[in-house]
């Protein structure tokens, strides 16, 4: 693979602004329409429940998932479905063929997209719970367990939202509607997804581990610690390093944050270390220290409502 990995220009990035607004975990227009089940989302629910690559993963579906489905479909981000790319205990990923407002986004002639679709019945939802603890925009949030997993999807778009203001390559972050989630599909020109950091041959190590250090320290800079950052959260699209999976990013008003940073430091120089780099997550660490000036309130998030 190339030696040569870009980095986002600073100067196509946004400083975030000064207000942490909180984000509507109400009911969406999905669960309107799933009470309301009329005639076309009946048929559209029986036409994806036939269809072979959801008849495994049936679990994850409810009436509300599916009437979300139907409306991400109606509302233009979505025209067909494909095959799932990844299973998880927190989430299904699938890759669909965006519609005109997803090529409008992306600036795209049919652009693929992925579509994370998140478990209601999620088994560590009190976890999700865990990391949403001190999140301004979440104050106040219940424990009943479709809100906390309604929460962590918002969370996530807002967080790639967040992150792609920040200036941090991440996968676009197109529209959200109740457990269901569109972005961008980051893939390879064969049509399969993009690999792992873990999974190629670093050719130039020292530049990557720059990129991603810089990266860490635009995130904490936007008030936001990633958590769960290691080679296996960076994919590499044509010369790019892109993070992803952001659910679990925490704002720097996380009690646990500043330990997080540390964990994401020290995984990252472990990797890079074995790279035959001379690098040390205490390095990494005081890096982002000294050159983030963190965002303790930030952005306003509407687009997230």
Not at 134 to 142: H, K, S, T, Y
Request: some cysteine; glycine content about 8%; proline content about 3%.
């Amino acid at each position: 693979m190339t030696g040569e990995y870009g980095l986002v220009d600073p100067d196509e990035a946004d400083t975030p602004g000064d207000e942490w607004e909180e984000i509507d975990v109400s009911d969406t227009d999905a669960d309107r329409i799933a009470r309301k089940r009329d005639r076309e989302f009946t048929e559209f629910r029986d036409r994806i429940k036939d269809a072979d690559q959801f008849k495994v993963t049936a679990s994850v579906f409810d009436d509300a998932t599916f009437a979300a489905l139907y409306k991400l479909v109606q509302d233009g981000w979505i025209s067909a479905f494909g095959g799932p790319i990844s299973t998880g205990k927190e989430a299904n990923v699938y890759t669909a063929l965006g519609d005109d407002r997803a090529a409008e986004a992306l600036d795209e002639v049919e652009p693929e997209v992925a579509v994370k679709v998140y478990r209601i019945n999620a088994s560590d939802f009190r976890d999700m719970r865990d990391y949403l603890t001190g999140d301004p925009r979440f104050e106040g949030i219940g424990g009943k367990k479709s809100q906390v997993v309604l929460a962590w999807v918002r969370k996530e778009y807002a967080n790639l939202k967040r992150a792609e203001k920040a200036g941090v390559r991440v996968p676009n972050p197109l529209a959200v509607e109740r457990n269901v989630l569109v972005m961008e599909y980051i893939g390879t020109d064969e049509g399969g997804r993009a690999k792992r950091l873990a999974e190629v041959n670093v050719e130039n190590p020292e530049t990557a581990y720059h990129v991603v250090r810089e990266y860490i320290r635009r995130l904490y800079t936007a008030g936001l610690v990633h958590g769960d950052l290691s080679e296996y959260n960076i994919v590499v699209e044509d010369g790019e390093l892109v993070v992803i999976d952001l659910g679990q990013a925490v704002t720097v008003h996380h009690p646990n944050s500043d330990m997080f940073l540390q964990r994401d430091c020290r995984n990252v120089a472990k990797f890079f270390s074995r790279q035959g780099l001379d690098v040390t997550g205490e390095e990494c660490y005081e890096f982002v220290l000294e050159n983030a000036d963190p965002s303790t309130k930030g952005d306003d998030n509407r687009n997230a409502r």
